[in-house]
């Protein structure tokens, strides 16, 4: 039960009974009426927006609204208090059956608790990571992938139906660049001395094992070659090898996609033909000449007539050129194609995760897509930051075996998969992340992955030593227990807290901000271990009461609940909850 829709619901239903009354007009627009928690507690458990964003159509002043709302809210099951604060907002304040009621829902649905019918099953694809296959994932890339992976989960547990897809960038100069950097290695596993990689291809360590397996495959017999000759197969070979790397430094993180869609197979499928005919029939290609870059104009530019799609028409800051100079298609042309085959396959929701040096390219793409579909799509492009990698406070060195930068796989393999996973949501996706490695493996409340799972850990503890106390704490014994029991200020806090799972999860799932999660893990994590302390103080306060099993019951209960919700938001985030510490 998401309990602010409850009462959304509720004033919607009074504000049409004061309409039918002739109270009210008819036919109010109700889009913008919100009903959230206060900002600050001590206000209620329940504010809404209703007459203030009515005032105006009704012809009424908001308090003149707020008055008629909270005469009838005030009879409204639960509700002890509803009062008017500031130019027109309502709080409300509801009786404690109603959070024990709320308790009892967390206990029935158990780490399903929060799953959401929003999405109505809608069919959304999510594409991440899609870096260039020419070698391991670095950091940057991590970033990413975790959160287009928790963003998809995060989806899921809101009722959308989710495709994770990856792009493979196998087209182009860059992964030539890779074919001819795979060959060095390749006579050098031949036993010829290549000395120093050439300038402007890839170092990295990783290309060694490439090499060994293209002799292994191909003998010698690509070594007298011409360039012409034996690039296409060490291309191919090579790219499938890459692949094959960064599927493993995937899995690392525990992120499995179900789609690989290949860039190289656009044109000769007909796929980018069949996109500009689209453009075409609808007047939006044109041969024409564009004006010089604002600023200092690039020496080697000139005016010239080019293929250009007319985004500037759709937001765009200029129109977009479709062919290079020596006719072959530009990067944008693929792209337009790539995402119409993502709208005919059934995803009019699409949503990219780009990293930080694509931000202009956003404009262009969205363009694109709003023409291709006649507006039927969206795009949501998410830019993730960069990440900015520390060990107290020095920057790290890079990796030999890439050559130039830190692998996904070296944070992995430091500090485990849970720990990369979790920080890298600790900020909302386009702000810089720092990652301290001796911070984020550190014990203490300033380590968010160490605090929430010491909560969820703390819970366990306190279940098993109750079980061995003889207490029963399978889950249908405590869905029975009598939780009206609790009533402490800081339990009360603690299923407060618990009951507002599912509102997050809306709302995260409709703003594509699984940082919302890991907040919101760290505020249940606070409020529990704030009624931990509380017991040290005083033993009246501590879960296990030996002479008072009803009391202990319910406690045990709120504990269960506690995991509940902790392991389902862990669950979005890709992140095993901890049943101990060590």
Known sequence: ??????????????????????????????????VEPPRDPAHGDVATNAALVLSKAAGLKPREIAEMLVDALKAAPHVTAAEIAGPGFINLR????????????????????????????????????????????????????????????????????????????????????????????????????????????????????????????????????????????????????????????????GITQEVFFSEATLAPDGRIDHALDVLTSKGLIYEGVLEPPKGKAPEDWEPRPQTLFRASQFGDDTDRPLKKSDGAWTYFAGDIAYHLDKYERGFARQIDVWGADHGGYIKRMTAAVTALTDGAATLDVRICQLVKL??????????????????????????????????????????????????????????????????????????????????????????????????????VALIRRLAQWPRVIETAALASEPHRIAFMLYDIASDFHSLWNRGKEDPGLRFIQADQTDVTLARLALLQATCDVIASGLGVLGVAPAEEMR
């Open 1 to 34: 039960m998401n309990l602010f829709n409850h009462f959304r619901e509720e004033i919607a239903g009074h504000i049409k009974t004061l309409s039918d009354l002739g109270r009210l007009p008819a036919g109010l627009d109700l889009s913008a009426l919100a």
């Open 390 to 491: 520390t060990r107290n406070g020095e920057p790290v060195r890079m990796s030999k075996r890439s050559g130039s930068f830190v692998t996904l796989r070296d944070v992995v393999e430091e500090v485990g998969k849970d720990v990369v996973r979790f920080m890298m949501l600790t900020r909302k996706n386009d702000a810089p992340l720092d990652f301290d490695f001796a911070k984020v493996t550190e014990q203490s409340k300033d380590n968010p992955v160490f605090y929430v799972q010491y909560a969820h850990a703390r819970c366990r503890s306190v279940l098993r030593l109750a079980a061995e106390q003889g207490f029963a704490t399978a889950r249908v014994d405590l869905a029975r227990a009598p939780v009206e029991r609790l009533a402490h200020a800081d339990e």
């Open 94 to 253: 509801l009786d404690p059956a109603f959070w024990h009621a709320r308790l009892a829902d967390v206990l029935e649905a158990g780490p399903a608790y929060g799953q959401s019918r929003l999405g109505d099953g809608v069919r959304v694809n999510v594409e991440y990571v899609s870096a260039n296959p020419t070698g391991p994932l670095h950091v940057g890339h991590c970033r990413g992938a975790v959160f287009g992976d928790a963003l998809a989960a995060l989806l899921e547990k809101a009722g959308f139906g989710v495709t994770r897809e990856y792009y493979v960038n196998d087209a182009g100069a860059q992964v030539d660049v890779l074919a001819r950097s795979a060959h060095v290695r390749y006579r050098e596993a031949l036993g010829e001395d290549v000395g120093e990689i050439p300038e402007g291809l890839y170092p990295g360590d990783y290309l060694k094992p490439v090499g060994a397996a293209l002799a292994a495959r191909f003998g010698d017999s690509l070594k007298n070659q011409s360039e012409a000759e034996w690039l296409e197969p060490v291309k191919r070979f090579t790219i499938a090898a890459m692949m094959v790397l960064i599927r493993e430094d995937l899995a690392t993180l």
